[in-house]
């Protein structure tokens, strides 16, 4: 995308514009990202030793952990935290992502309005995208639930269990393999044809591009964002790593990262596996 980098979006309004030359740089995208992921990631830590008697063992965690009500169960406040926590993480880890779809799309309806041809601004489309990344932050809020409830991950949000890290890497790794993700991918990596065979020029139907275009990323990277459930959720190493895999498959060609990325969860996975049934292992010296 370098090529389109310096690439004045003159036709559109000036908001418009800006946007499309802020998706124009997705390194410096993703680097403001995580940045704001960080300073989120700390915020929380923050609440979170806020309610707790020792400060220091906050601090200590790995994770960001969010603090739940005092008897275990979870209210409204902490439905609330955790579901702007799985928003504000979805939204850093995926909007870099999404840059070369968003600025193909911003390149199009300038090239039509410079032909005075009537188009929508990219905020809808960028809208529509979002609205689906939020569908999805609120189930990953309702499994987190689950999951505690399940004992399966903890009060820090981390999971508890060897072999359910283990099997979500794997998973993931697996998926990284499967005809559905590269189908998916494919339409992430090339956003072209498809705004060149369903263009629109209401805003209802932009917006519904863009929530064809979010599904299409969703269905590429819902295995990577699953991968948070067995690392750590709020882990900012991790979600950055993450998301940096996920932005370099969408701007990239051919299929060997792919391929590379999920042999390296799998393997990962693999030790996850054999730690926890080693560690359980019968007659396993003490």
Same mark, same amino acid.
């Given at each position: 995308m370098s090529h389109t980098a310096g690439h004045r979006l003159d036709h559109l309004p000036p908001a418009a514009s800006r946007l499309g030359a802020a998706f124009a740089r997705p390194k !410096? /995208? $993703?680097i403001a990202c995580i940045v704001t992921l960080t300073c989120l990631g700390w915020l929380y830590l923050g609440l979170l030793a806020a309610d707790m008697d020792g400060v220091t063992g906050a601090i200590c965690s790995p994770t @960001? &952990? *969010?603090a739940l009500m005092p008897n275990g %169960? !979870? &209210?409204v406040r902490g439905f $609330?935290? *955790?579901g702007l926590m799985w928003a504000a993480m979805t939204l850093a880890m995926m909007l870099p992502s999404a840059a070369p779809m968003i600025l +193909?799309? $911003?390149e199009i309806a300038d090239t039509a309005a410079s032909k005075s041809k009537a188009v929508v601004s990219p905020f %809808? /489309? +960028?809208a529509g995208y979002t609205a689906v990344w939020l569908g999805f932050a609120v189930l990953a809020t309702l499994a987190q639930y689950a999951l505690t409830r399940a004992v399966i991950i903890d009060a820090g949000v981390a999971s508890v269990s060897g072999l359910f890290s283990g099997a979500i890497l794997i998973g993931a790794g697996l998926y990284q393999f499967s005809a559905l993700k590269h189908a998916c991918l494919k339409q992430c990596q090339s956003p072209f044809p498809f705004f060149f065979a369903n263009w629109h020029t209401t805003p209802r139907g932009v917006f519904r591009l863009g929530v064809k275009q979010g599904l @299409? =990323? /969703? &269905? =590429? =990277?819902w295995a990577m964002m699953a991968v948070t459930f067995a690392v750590g959720i709020m882990n900012v190493i991790w979600m950055a790593g993450l998301g940096i895999v996920m932005t370099i498959e969408k701007i990239g060609t051919g299929k060997r990262f792919t391929y590379a990325i999920g042999v390296v969860s799998i393997a990962i996975g693999v030790v996850f596996v054999v730690t926890a049934v080693l560690a359980h292992w019968p007659g396993r010296a003490i």
């Open positions: !410096w /995208l $993703a @960001f &952990g *969010i %169960v !979870w &209210g $609330a935290l *955790i +193909t799309y $911003a %809808v /489309l +960028t @299409f =990323c /969703l &269905g =590429c =990277c």
